[in-house]
């Protein structure tokens, strides 16, 4: 008798225990993906003060989306580009990113590395293997840009954008519904 009790009790715990895992209705909790940009400079970064330009010669250009899904995509640089010509409301043209910006004030040995955060404002556009962008420096407050960059990398803020609203190319994106 205990044991066939034991047994009852334990098969009732069991089916409690997968009754609660599946038996409740989903709610839709899973995250959307969102992506991110490396843009690394094949060489010096030019940056005009007087139209606040940036101007960076492409050394590696990706995407990669943050947890859980950690993908990563190779870019071109009229890709990338392209991303400011979506009109949606979540669009780098509607809500410009920021974006990190890292540098090195020489090509010395005693070069002193620098980051600032800034807004990539306006069109960016690519001439060659360059791409050329309006910033907007964000912090730290009062921070010059030098006409100079070296080592120059930007960190670039999230983007969302499904195929259907835009398809750079449908081998680069995998088919899929990029931050959307």
């Known amino acids: ?14 089916a409690l225990l997968l009754a ?8 839709d909790a899973t995250p959307k993906e969102s992506w991110l940009f490396s843009l690394q400079s094949a060489g010096t ?55 990190a910006l890292t540098y090195w004030d020489s090509d010395a040995t005693d070069a002193v590395a620098h980051t600032v955060i800034v807004e990539m404002t306006g069109n960016v556009s690519s001439a060659g293997n360059v791409v050329s962008m309006t910033l907007q420096i964000l912090s730290p407050s009062g921070a010059v840009l030098p006409t100079k960059m070296y080592w120059a990398s930007l960190f670039i803020d999230n983007f969302y954008f499904c195929e259907a609203d835009y398809n750079p190319t449908a081998a680069q994106m995998d088919d899929a519904c990029w931050g959307g």
């Open 20 to 27: 609660s895992c599946g038996g409740e209705a989903k709610t």
């Open 45 to 99: 970064t030019d940056f005009d003060q007087s139209s606040s330009v940036l101007s960076v010669p492409v050394g590696n250009l990706v995407g990669f989306s943050d947890r859980p899904f950690r993908d990563i995509q190779d870019l071109t640089l009229t890709d990338f580009v392209a991303l400011w010509d979506d009109t949606s409301e979540d669009s780098f043209s509607a809500d410009p990113p920021n974006a």
């Open 1 to 14: 008798m205990k044991k066939t009790l034991v047994r009852v009790l334990s098969v009732s715990i069991a």
